[in-house]
């Protein structure tokens, strides 16, 4: 599987983003989609995940709660992360993942998920 990060950029605090990932190569429909950030110096943190079913069943962290929605269009094999707002410790290279195997149960640690997308960077000013 292919994944394709776009929508970065730089943004006010308290402004708005909407990260795209396309994916290409296997059934899209079939597998859960997540979204992780690395901040600098940073571990690699998880921000939210959706399932694969047609409820389409969300994860956030604490952290982005309340403020980020995560979303996907099966039709366009694209999983979307729409940020509001925005504050500076937001800053970081977002990046898409996706797991090996099919259906299964969202996962919140970068273990569970085999494929990266490229990263795009959000940098939030104060």
């Known amino acids: 599987v292919q994944l394709q990060a776009s929508g970065g950029g730089l943004v006010q605090a308290g402004g708005s983003l909407r990260l795209s990932c396309a994916a290409s190569?296997?059934?899209?429909?079939?597998?859960?989609m997540g979204w992780f950030r690395q901040a600098p110096g940073k571990e690699r943190e998880f921000v939210a995940a959706?399932?694969?079913?047609?409820?389409?069943?969300?994860s956030y962290s604490i952290s982005v709660k309340d403020r980020f929605t995560i979303s996907r269009d099966n039709t366009k094999n694209t999983v979307f992360l729409q940020m509001n707002s925005l504050k500076p410790e937001d800053t970081a290279v977002y990046y898409c993942?996706?797991?090996?195997?099919?259906?299964?149960?969202?996962?919140?640690?970068?273990?569970?998920?085999?494929?990266w997308g490229q990263g795009t960077l959000v940098t939030v000013s104060s």
């Open positions: 190569g296997r059934t899209f429909s079939r597998y859960i």
């Open positions: 993942a996706t797991p090996r195997g099919m259906y299964g149960t969202i996962a919140t640690t970068p273990a569970g998920y085999d494929s």
């Open positions: 959706i399932s694969w079913n047609s409820r389409s069943t969300s």
